[in-house]
């Protein structure tokens, strides 16, 4: 009897029990976290996947390009297809290059600023897709703390009321309110902790994929001003 009598306040404290237990705005709490917590992992997951991808496409692209193929070449390959990264630079380049001089364009300076528009635009788009959900992963490690404490306050005020109406502080009649006042707190961390981790962690590969992206597209700038001023030269 002693041990069964030992064994039912155990089984009260379970996670489970806690939560079935919990009030109504604390188990919104609670299950708001963990969606939440899943939705943060799914992104971690992604953008991993993604970020993978992306280095590895940058590193094919690189060793095509300086390969010494023809840059025509080389557009023609990519225009027709789905880009991205330097590809998506490169081609945004060659397009306007091609459509200034299909439209005999005959300012040097006015094509090198509009080369350099699309390639930045290209670039723009580029970073918003690699840094895409990111602020949520922030919103997560910042605000899922204290979403916790608001049901963790919530709770502890059910338990003392639940006190107040036994009128007995006995630790069997408080322990079981203020551990499931307590759970929701511990879900909030639970979320936040790796969002933190991860947000500064893509954050920082995000930025090192666009500084790459960022320096080709300076690269192919310079290479298409020296172009520009051989047919101007020629055209002289």
């Known amino acids: 009897m002693e041990n069964i009598a030992l ?4 089984a009260q404290l379970s996670i489970w029990a806690l ?5 109504w705005v604390v188990k919104l709490v609670m299950i708001g976290l963990l969606g939440a917590s899943i939705w943060t992992w799914a992104i971690v997951v992604d953008k991993v996947i993604s970020y993978s991808r992306m280095k590895l496409a940058l590193n094919r692209f690189e060793q095509i390009f300086w390969s010494g193929q023809s840059l025509e070449e080389l557009y ?4 027709d297809r789905k880009t991205s990264g330097m590809s998506s630079i490169f081609v945004a380049a060659m397009r306007e290059w091609k459509k200034s001089f299909e439209k005999g364009a005959k300012s040097p300076l006015g094509l090198q600023t509009r080369i350099d528009k699309a390639m930045d635009l290209a670039l723009t788009r580029e970073m918003e897709r690699l840094e895409g959900r990111l602020g949520f992963l ?3 490690g910042s605000a899922a703390p204290f979403i916790g404490l608001f049901g963790t306050v919530v709770g502890i005020m059910t338990s003392f009321q639940a006190i107040a109406g036994s009128k007995s502080t006995s630790l ?5 309110g203020i551990a499931e006042a307590l759970l929701a707190t511990a879900i909030g961390l639970l979320a936040a902790i790796p969002a933190v981790i991860a947000y500064n962690k893509l954050s920082s590969d995000a930025g090192k994929l666009a500084a790459r992206m960022e320096g080709f597209s300076d690269e192919f700038s310079a290479i298409l ?5 051989e047919k101007v030269a020629k055209a002289a």
């Open 76 to 79: 023609r390959t990519l225009a």
């Open 7 to 10: 064994a039912e306040p155990a």
């Open 172 to 176: 069997a009649v408080v322990a079981p």
């Open 19 to 23: 939560f079935m237990q919990a009030n």
């Open 225 to 229: 001003s020296r172009q520009i001023d």
């Open 138 to 140: 922030a919103t997560i």
